[in-house]
């Protein structure tokens, strides 16, 4: 007797063990969840910028791409929401001052 509930509840648990695998393997194919951005309407803009770039680009010029007064306020500006894009992962700084998108 207790053989057969082992044996019935096995026969329930093989689909269930498909099932997990198959799920599994599909979750290891999705694409890495998107970064998440700071909550300010430049930094979309700036990513846009660097996505469009063909190399790496410094505060200025990421300024002069979004039409940017060219003041210094701007460019500091600019270049703080560039490091803090750095620090979270989602941009590299190539050489000092010149940032391009992350791998």
Same mark, same amino acid.
Request: glycine letters at 4%.
């Given at each position: 007797?207790?053989?057969?509930?082992?044996? +019935?509840? +096995?026969?329930?648990?093989?689909? =269930?063990? $498909?099932?997990?695998? %198959?799920? %599994?393997?599909?979750?290891?194919?999705?694409?890495?969840? !998107?970064?998440? =951005? !700071?909550?300010?309407?430049?930094?979309? @803009?700036?990513?846009?910028?660097?996505? +469009?770039? %063909?190399?790496?680009?410094?505060?200025?010029?990421? @300024?002069?791409?979004?039409?940017? +007064?060219?003041?210094?306020?701007? $460019?500091?500006?600019?270049?703080?929401?560039?490091?803090?894009?750095?620090?979270?992962?989602?941009?590299?700084?190539?050489?000092?001052?010149?940032?391009?998108?992350?791998?």
């Amino acid at each position: 007797m207790p053989e057969a509930r082992l044996r +019935e509840a +096995e026969t329930h648990l093989e689909p =269930l063990a $498909i099932t997990r695998n %198959t799920v %599994t393997a599909l979750a290891d194919r999705l694409p890495a969840a !998107p970064p998440h =951005l !700071p909550e300010h309407p430049d930094y979309p @803009c700036i990513l846009a910028v660097l996505n +469009e770039a %063909t190399g790496p680009l410094r505060a200025r010029e990421v @300024c002069e791409a979004l039409a940017y +007064e060219l003041l210094p306020k701007n $460019i500091e500006g600019t270049r703080a929401k560039l490091k803090r894009l750095v620090k979270l992962d989602i941009l590299a700084e190539a050489d000092t001052g010149s940032f391009t998108r992350g791998q």
